[in-house]
């Protein structure tokens, strides 16, 4: 598996980050690493996303910083091109992921039918994003149809928070979670990055007490 994803094996948890204005992102980065979580998935939805990126890949070289909600390969080049060490996507675009893979860029697309998965194995994938996930069955689904798929690991993005991530984090196909809880927009807007440094640490304690008894 690429070193990058193994990376985010280790963390459990993917903060999904959505900036209105990159001034924030500086102090965003800090309060999650100063949680325990060095990495971050901004998504592509704000015009500020670029530039977030860019910033905390310079200010904080030690974060894993990926991009979300990356639609085309124009958005990959600029994604990349600022710093972002992986990139996620919603579906699952043909063009864009073999753009990724021929440009040896780590790419998680979403998928939720075997057909997706079957089509992401065929591309040389070993992990994908299921998105939404408590919408579309959340846990039992992904356990419904891992079992044919031995080589595919998934990271659930969508309803996932504190009170329903533990039995996902014990499933061994689950590569990690995206999550929002800790990073909610409300909570930058307000400055509240002692808050989010906060919820951050105990996202941190639920991937550690669900893999002790895992």
């Not at 039992?140 to 991530?165: D, Q, S």
């Amino acid at each position: 598996m690429n070193k990058v994803l193994k990376k985010l094996e280790q963390f459990g948890i993917v903060p999904v980050v959505v900036l209105e204005d990159a001034k924030d992102a500086a102090l965003l980065a800090k309060a999650l690493c100063d949680g325990g979580l060095a990495c971050a998935e901004v998504t592509f939805r704000t015009a500020a996303a670029e530039e977030s990126i860019r910033i905390m890949s310079q200010k904080f070289p030690e974060m894993v910083v990926g991009a979300g909600t990356v639609l085309t390969v124009e958005q990959v080049d600029r994604a990349v091109k600022a710093g972002a060490q992986f990139i996620v996507s919603p579906g699952f675009n043909p063009v864009v992921v073999k753009y990724c893979i021929d440009h040896e860029i780590p790419i998680t697309p979403g998928v939720v039918t075997p057909s997706e998965m079957e089509q992401a194995i065929a591309m040389g994938l070993e992990v994908v994003k299921f998105f939404p996930a408590e919408p579309s069955g959340g846990l039992g689904m992904i356990k419904a149809v891992a079992a044919p798929y031995t080589t595919l690991k998934f990271m659930p993005t969508g309803g996932i928070n504190p009170e329903n991530i533990v039995p996902y984090l014990q499933y061994d196909k689950i590569l990690a979670c995206g999550g929002s809880w800790m990073v909610k927009g409300n909570l930058v807007a307000r400055g509240a990055f002692d808050q989010i440094t906060e919820l951050t640490r105990e996202a941190v304690s639920l991937v550690h007490s669900a893999r002790e008894v895992k």
